[in-house]
């Protein structure tokens, strides 16, 4: 792993894209500075990504500004900052995200018993307690409610393609995570908040509305390997539901040989639970799913149902492109 080639590839590609000039600054920094390159590689190389340490950088106290500061206060803070590094995972919960699955799982038969592998603190696993509005090309607004009322979470969505009529039915949810989070915790919801990008104050906002939401009932989260706990979970739940596993970001950190077990473990539980797979992954992270688009197409995230693409989604749910 070239640690300075890793983080000038974040810089032109990720943070360019998801709208970040300040990490795009400061991976720049780290790109050319072979001092920090040097620490990052004292690091395990899952522990070196950019997002990681930006975000552990931030929770110790990291000042805003360009590279030049921040550089500084990193050199001197660096010990506190790689405990941080070598405690954590990156594990960014994107409630928005529930607006680009929406569509797709909204149209499953319920009742829906929902499943979330990588869950972190089980944002995304209430898509029926936030409300939507939805934005076709030509300027129409479609809103989307719970059953019960508008939501304190609004999520804003550009569309193109059908906009969903109604809410998924969900009866039962639960996640998996390698460490979940609590967000009744204040240390679990400070470190959410550091992995949400500088600029980005608007998904701030959501996050702490969703995180109240979701402290109101919380989710039951088991700890543990998605590749062991999953088909326990998927046992558990309620037989006259219709099962469905969504992952969102979360397959990039399994090795291939994960990744042809945890296919395979789809395969078997479509087979032997009628299970549904829902995958709103990078383009590069399942080859044979990005195979199936049509020519022409230059994804950032593809949501997949049982292998095969429906929709173009933007990584922070800002947008869907239903196929």
Known sequence: MDTAAVYAQFAESQALNGGSPTYQDWARGVAADPELCSLLDGLPE?????????????????????????????????????????????????????????PTLAAIDGPVAL???????????????????????????????????????????????????????????????????DVRDPADLAWLEALVWPEHTDRIE???????????????????????????????????????VQNSAALYYLTPAELVTFEATMDELRRTRGAVWLSNEGWTVLPAVAARLPQGLSPQFILARDGEPVALTDPHGRSVRLL
Request: charged share 20%; proline share 11%; glycine share 8%.
């Open 46 to 102: 899952p522990k070196r990504q950019p997002n990681l340490l930006f975000a552990a950088a931030r929770l110790v106290g990291a000042p805003s500004g360009g590279w030049a500061g921040v550089r500084t206060w990193l050199l001197a803070a660096w010990p506190e900052v790689e405990r941080e590094m070598r405690a954590r995972a990156t594990q960014t919960n994107e409630p928005r995200r529930c607006a680009t699955l929406l």
């Open 206 to 244: 959501t996050l702490r509305a969703a995180a109240h939401v979701v402290a109101e009932d919380p989710p039951r989260l088991v700890t543990g390997n998605l590749l062991d706990a999953l088909p326990d979970l998927v046992a558990a739940a309620p037989a006259e539901a219709t099962v469905v």
């Open 115 to 181: 499943i979330e592998v990588g869950a972190s603190a089980g944002l995304c696993l209430y898509p029926d307690r936030y409300s939507y509005v939805y934005t076709s090309p030509d300027g129409g607004r479609t809103r989307l409610d719970p059953a019960d009322g508008p939501s304190a979470v609004v999520l804003p969505c550009t569309i193109e393609g059908p906009v969903p009529i109604r809410m998924p039915d969900v009866v039962w949810r639960a996640g998996i995570d390698l460490n979940p989070l």
